[in-house]
């Protein structure tokens, strides 16, 4: 256990606040282990998302060290003929990335490296770029390659790139953001020497528990960079997580003053690969947000609305499990070996059926979570109503999340009407029924615009592509994302929802971020009966039209005869 006697919340510490925004507004996240042993306290920054080692950034802030002696990089490789290699690693790094940014041309282009460590990133930029900048606080490990690996007389090794005069092209910061504890005033000076136009492009670790060493103050993920963008004006080029090696990957854009304000919003990222002609279509361009955003963003609203004792339908590889959490369970239609086949692996708990979840506990349960499950069902207001809600106890809490139309596997797509959702409920349809399997092709073509090259369906000819959208059409089976919800619609789906299942409701949180919506409402005990939603009431005022429709169609006496009622036109 934590020691209470320096057990102080870090808002209580005058020097510790987020490396990345500035903001002090750090709260709890979770106790873990450093890698050499000792308990450490992870913060959370509620303004950008950031996860902070407490610990280490104590340790940097309260120590007589100066900035100047952090070290900003990592060691590097173990030998110098690993160096070597490295250097080649980080030539095919750089042509990737030049290809990436299309108005470079390094051959007349500045190149600035902050953390240099032992300079294969730097070496490798010198045989690209016109001119190339090391910047780093300690270069005692570049120092001790030059014998063994010449250095190109094209770069100039600096302590700060506020001594920069030259206008910067590209400034590349690998694994040196983790590493700054006050990363928010090293922005601002990169952000000075870029020319107008130019990028930052940056890589650094996830938040896995590898990663917790010495030294790494900061764990980004989507959300993260997104603010760092907005709070300095930089425009988003793009956000990659590379989940095998625990990492996240950005380009950002000092804004030119000639760019429009399409290009400059946030919610997507710079269109690439735009066609020539005016007017042309972008080929790849996708939101902000992602995986770990969401993770943590559940975790921030969870810790506030949900606690207790309660079921996770659908958990996949993740439960969501946060402070004020007495038990969990998890629930989901998947057994042992149909979870090994879709997650590669089996599931780390014990799953429960839903038969099982709602015959032992009569009573109900504090809280339900259900998160990037609801957009699997063909008829979600049957599910929540039949399903979910019913495993609630007066006063508990259903909590769900599911992907917003801005997804970047979903932008494309239509928004589901309210009234279609609806139908789906009130004629009872199924995943068979005809206007539920129309579906089918539209999440197949949104998601292979959106993955191009890694989405199975788009392996092969446009006629093989055709064949086999037909074929999944005729397929019964199905687990993709029948709908795709705006926020109103997903949150007047959860009114009719709750009042489906013959109970009231009440809102505690309502929120869309760029990836995802955020429900979370209470279950209100019913005196007489539940308050109709006013969605509700507009659908049936249009059954009544369509009612009034057949009625006068099929009988056509009905339209001569002068005594009808304005009701029954």
């Known amino acids: 256990m934590i020691d209470p006697s320096v057990d102080a919340n870090v808002l209580d510490h005058p020097t510790i606040v987020c490396p990345c925004c500035g903001n002090s507004s750090l709260e709890e996240f979770e106790d873990t282990l450093h890698v050499e042993g000792h308990e450490i306290r992870i913060y959370i920054c509620i303004v950008c998302c950031a996860l ?23 060691p590097g490789p173990e030998s110098y003929s690993d160096l070597e290699q490295h250097v080649k690693m980080y030539q095919q790094t750089l042509r990737f990335l030049l290809k990436a940014l299309p108005s470079i041309n390094p051959a007349q282009s500045t190149f600035v490296q902050i953390g240099v460590g032992q300079g294969a990133a730097v070496r490798a930029a010198a045989n690209l770029f016109r001119r ?8 005692s490990m570049f120092e001790a390659t030059r014998s063994h690996l010449e250095m190109p007389n094209e770069v100039l090794c600096l302590n700060s790139i506020e001594h920069l005069f030259d206008p910067v092209d590209i400034v590349a910061c690998w694994h040196s953001f983790e ?29 896995r528990p590898n990663h917790l060493f010495k030294g790494i103050y900061t764990f980004f993920n989507y959300q993260t960079v997104t603010v760092l963008a907005s709070l300095h004006r930089f425009d988003v080029v793009d956000i990659s997580t590379d989940y095998s090696n625990g990492l996240l990957h950005a380009i950002l854009r000092k804004p030119n003053p000639n760019t429009s304000s399409e290009d400059t919003d946030l919610r997507y990222i710079q269109r690439k690969n735009c066609d020539d002609a005016a007017g042309g279509t972008p080929t790849s361009w996708r939101p902000i947000g992602g995986t770990e955003a969401d993770l943590q963003m559940r975790r921030i609203i969870g ?25 969990l369970s998890m629930v989901d239609k998947l057994d042992g070996s149909e979870f090994e086949r879709l997650f590669g692996e089996r599931p780390p708990y014990d799953i429960l059926t839903l038969e099982q979840a709602r015959s032992g506990n009569s009573e109900g349960v504090d809280f339900v979570m259900a998160h990037q499950v609801l957009e699997h069902c063909s008829n979600p207001i049957k599910v929540l109503a039949t399903e979910w809600i019913p495993l609630l106890r007066d006063g508990g809490v259903l909590f769900i999340s599911i992907p917003s139309y801005n997804m970047v596997s979903e932008r494309l797509r239509l928004p589901t009407p309210l009234d279609h959702i609806l139908d789906d409920w009130a004629l009872d349809r199924s995943d068979e029924a005809y206007e539920s399997i129309d579906h089918i092709p539209s999440f197949i073509i949104g998601w292979t615009e959106a993955h191009e090259g890694s989405f199975w369906f788009a392996k092969g000819s446009a006629s093989e592509y055709a064949r086999g959208i037909l074929t999944e059409i005729n397929r019964r089976g199905h687990d993709l994302h029948w709908h795709t919800y705006s926020f109103d619609v997903a949150a007047a789906m959860m009114e009719v929802g709750f009042y489906a299942a013959g109970v009231n409701m009440e809102w505690l949180h309502k929120q869309e971020t760029l990836d995802c919506i955020y429900l979370v409402a209470k279950k209100v005990p019913v005196v007489d009966r539940p308050v109709e939603p006013q969605a509700l009431r507009e659908y049936q005022k249009r059954l009544a039209k369509i009612l009034q429709t057949i009625t006068i169609k099929h009988s056509p006496s009905l339209v001569s005869n002068s005594h009808i009622s304005d009701d029954q036109r």
């Open 179 to 207: 590493r700054m504890p006050r990363l928010y005033d090293v922005i601002v000076q990169i952000r000075s020497a870029l020319r107008p136009g130019g990028y930052l492009c940056f890589k650094a670790p996830l938040y």
């Open 52 to 74: 902070v080692n407490q610990w280490e950034l104590e340790q940097a802030l309260s120590t007589t060290e100066t900035e100047h002696e952090i070290q900003m990089t990592s």
């Open 303 to 327: 810790r506030k609305y949900v606690s207790g004792h309660g079921f996770e339908i659908g958990a996949g590889l993740v439960p969501t499990y946060f402070q004020g959490i007495k038990h």
């Open 132 to 139: 190339c900048y090391a910047i780093d606080h300690d270069f």
